[in-house]
């Protein structure tokens, strides 16, 4: 059986606001923050892409892993989406 994919990068179908999804512990969904935009960068918390985008808006599913261990998760989901194209 194939393993499902670890991230999934799509759109709300109502909002059409852009998410990624973390299928993997630390399963979570976290909201894309186009760069400037105040409730992206003041969230309680919240991670800088290399583009000047953010991730914000965070729901998590596991608990949460130790502070190392989610920077090398949320810098993978920012390699994700600088490749993807709807990244």
């Known amino acids: 059986m194939q393993r499902r994919d670890p ?3 799509g759109q709300g179908t109502t909002t059409e606001r852009p998410y990624v999804i973390h299928t993997e512990e630390p399963r979570f969904i976290a909201r894309v923050f186009d760069e400037g935009d105040p409730d ?3 969230a309680p918390l919240s991670y800088s892409l290399r583009d000047g985008r953010s991730l914000a808006e ?3 599913y596991d608990d949460l892993p130790d502070e190392q261990a989610l920077r090398e998760v949320l810098r993978s989901a ?3 989406l600088a490749v993807s194209p709807m990244g």
């Open 58 to 60: 965070f729901k998590f």
């Open 40 to 42: 992206g960068i003041l």
């Open 7 to 9: 991230w999934i990068v």
């Open 78 to 80: 920012d390699e994700v």
